[in-house]
């Protein structure tokens, strides 16, 4: 009866399977599916081939039959194994290898039965049986058989074990998709031991090849029915190690209990970790905010190959019944930190161009204001410039008529002398004091109205000195010695007045407000000082003013040059007289122009400003004194 009920099932299983497996070949997805399938077709022609052994009237047929079969039995268990591998996420490289190494174990059973008659390793005697009109074949198994055997369970035991092991760690659906698939794995195994040990009297049919299918398709619904879309097969293996997120799971004690591949390479993890709380790993050190609940989202920086990296790291709690579990996930930010550290900085840059901006207005401000400044200025030195000619004028023609009057007295008093050396005296000082009117209101004509077209001539740094000396005066007057140390036989340099004249003033007007600052700390022993220097070599002409005013704080000294650099408070200044005094020395005139600090002792240097012209004719000089004196080198003048 088992005979015609075995003749009866396996048409409709092959049905079964063929109709899965259609459906296999068109949901299933991925290296998992197409194995699956295979497995599918093995079963099918393995079944088909044992329908066929019944069938067939001779034993020569019959065992024909029997050989074919066992072509695709040898691969089953191989080929079962390999579906496990993939379906708990084991590498396909690694798996293929595996598989191809255990498929030898196959190939060569099938070699040792095709040429069985030679070795009789496999089956030792044959013997048929006709039975209800079915021609069955019984045979006494060699030592390869047995051997095959245990391999094919081990195969079948190996398979179930990994899957159940990776199942454990997911949750509970996965769970129950593991125990259906382990379930089909191992009903074939029973059936086997059943017939070959004859642990059933009355079973005389071998069911295992329909047994087989059942595997197959316990495979395939242990799938579809925890899965809600295509056939892609998902374990701890491939959701947790699979991530490019980190994550670690801690107990209720924040012991380690289990982490996946990516926070095993960020915190140097193995094996041995598991089970240890985190301050007994330093490298988890970083996320003790996070495990004694000071925080529940935190940015940690972890030290890379070749740079670091920004991850932000969570906690999450899971609380049951019975347990509670700490989840971690580490989130790589790496990118999103760089690119709001830049979008920080373009702040930064906009903020700083928009001061350079304000300043910019300001200058463009007080320039107008200056150049209204210096319309005045002129008007109001041209209106003087001319009472002060009339002035000068009169002192000529009183001097004159004076003289004349003195003449028309023949007797003089000692007391009428006396009188006329006084008058004459005072005649002298209002002359002189005309003339230096007369001067001042010429050199602030010349520096407010700059003569356009103005061509270069030989100039003497001296009297440029000098020139702008007068200019500052009035404000050096109470603030700062001077002392003046001239080189009177300089030799000329070819160069436009005005343009040397606004050099010096806008050096003189930054050591007077270094030396008003430090004067305003109100220091007993500071005694304010200023030292103007000229010399020459045999290339250039050098021009040297010297202050102990307020230092030169280290970090601005390459900037003191550059457009709109200032350490004034903001409307104290423009920041520009340094760089128009550098473009006018170095770009108008192939000159240098520096600033020397030093530690010297030596009188009024706490810090030069020197600039440098070059000579063009180094015969051609200009000696005369521009004090009226034959010798004016090294002379002190108090301001």
């Known amino acids: 009866m088992e005979y015609t009920l075995f003749v009866v099932l396996a048409p409709f299983t092959l049905g079964i399977l063929l109709v899965t497996g259609f459906l296999i070949r068109q949901n299933g997805k991925g ?94 005697r044959f013997n048929y049986f006709p039975i209800r009109g079915y021609l069955t074949m019984r045979a006494d198994y060699g030592p390869w058989m047995w051997l095959y055997g245990i391999f094919m369970y081990a195969l079948y035991i190996i398979g179930s074990f990994v899957i159940l092991k990776s199942a454990l760690g997911g949750n509970k659906m996965y769970r129950h ?129 070749k740079e670091k990296a920004t991850f932000s790291a969570r906690l999450s709690r899971t609380e049951s019944n019975d347990s509670s579990v700490m989840t971690v996930t580490l989130v790589d930010i790496t990118k999103e930190t760089k690119l709001l550290h830049e979008k920080e900085a373009l702040a930064n840059q906009l903020i700083e161009k928009n001061q350079e901006l304000e300043n910019a207005q300001d200058t463009i401000i007080q320039q107008e204001k200056l150049a209204v400044i210096g319309q005045l200025t002129a008007g109001i030195a041209h209106e003087i410039n001319n009472p002060l000619s009339f002035a000068k004028n009169n002192y000529h023609i009183f001097r004159h008529y004076f003289q004349k009057l003195l003449s028309s007295f023949p007797q003089k008093t000692r007391e009428s002398e006396a009188l006329i050396e006084q008058l004459n005296l005072i005649l002298s000082d209002s002359e002189e004091g005309t003339n230096r009117a007369i001067a001042i209101v010429h050199d602030l004509l010349k520096f407010s109205r700059p003569v356009k077209g103005e061509q270069r001539q030989l100039l003497n740094i001296n009297k440029a000195v000098e020139t702008c000396l007068i200019m500052v005066g009035s404000e050096l007057r109470y603030v700062s010695e001077v002392v003046e140390a001239y080189d009177q036989n300089l030799p000329g340099v070819e160069c436009r007045e005005s343009e040397i004249d606004q050099v010096i003033i806008n050096i003189l007007t930054n050591a007077l407000h270094a030396i008003r600052k430090k004067s305003q700390l109100s220091m007993a ?33 390459p900037h003191l040059f550059e457009p709109f650099f200032t350490t004034k408070k903001r409307g104290e200044g423009t920041g520009l007289g340094l760089s128009i005094a550098r473009e006018i020395i170095e770009g108008r005139y192939s000159g240098s122009i520096w600033v020397d600090i030093t530690t010297s002792e030596e009188e009024c240097k706490s810090k030069r400003f020197i600039f440098s012209l070059p000579i063009k004719n180094r015969n051609r000089k200009i000696s005369r004194d521009i004090h009226g004196n034959s010798n004016n080198f090294g002379r002190t003048t108090i301001i």
């Open 525 to 557: 022993d500071y005694k304010p000082c200023m030292k103007i220097e000229t010399w020459s070599d045999s290339t250039s002409v050098f021009c040297a003013v010297s202050d102990n005013g307020e230092e030169i704080r280290s970090q601005d000294l």
């Open 177 to 305: 998709q593991a125990l259906v698939i382990v379930t089909g794995a191992l009903i074939p195994l029973i059936f086997n031991l059943f017939y070959v040990f004859h642990l059933l009297p009355f079973l005389r049919k071998d069911f295992t090849p329909i047994s087989f299918s059942i595997t197959a398709l316990s495979g395939y619904i242990g799938i579809t029915k925890f899965r809600l879309f295509k056939i892609i097969p998902v374990a701890r293996e491939k959701i947790i190690q699979g991530l490019d997120t980190g994550v670690l799971l801690f107990d209720a004690g924040s012991s380690l209990i289990d982490y996946n591949k990516k926070a095993a390479s960020l915190f140097h993890l193995d094996s041995n970790t598991i089970g240890q709380h985190f301050t007994e790993q330093k490298d988890l050190s970083p996320l003790t905010p996070l495990l004694t609940g000071e925080a529940d989202t935190i940015p940690i920086t972890i030290e890379g190959d």
């Open 31 to 124: 290296p998992e599916a197409k194995v699956l399938l295979t497995y599918f077709l093995f079963v099918s022609a393995y079944l088909l081939n044992n329908l066929i052994e019944l069938l067939l009237p001779t034993p020569a047929a019959t065992f024909t039959a029997v050989k074919a079969e066992h072509l695709f039995f040898s691969f089953l268990p191989v080929i079962w194994f390999h579906f496990a591998l993939l379906y708990t996420g084991t590498s396909r490289k690694l798996s293929l290898r595996i598989v191809l190494i255990l498929a030898l174990f196959s190939v060569a059973t099938n070699i040792l039965i095709q040429t069985n008659h030679l070795h009789h390793l496999v089956w030792r």
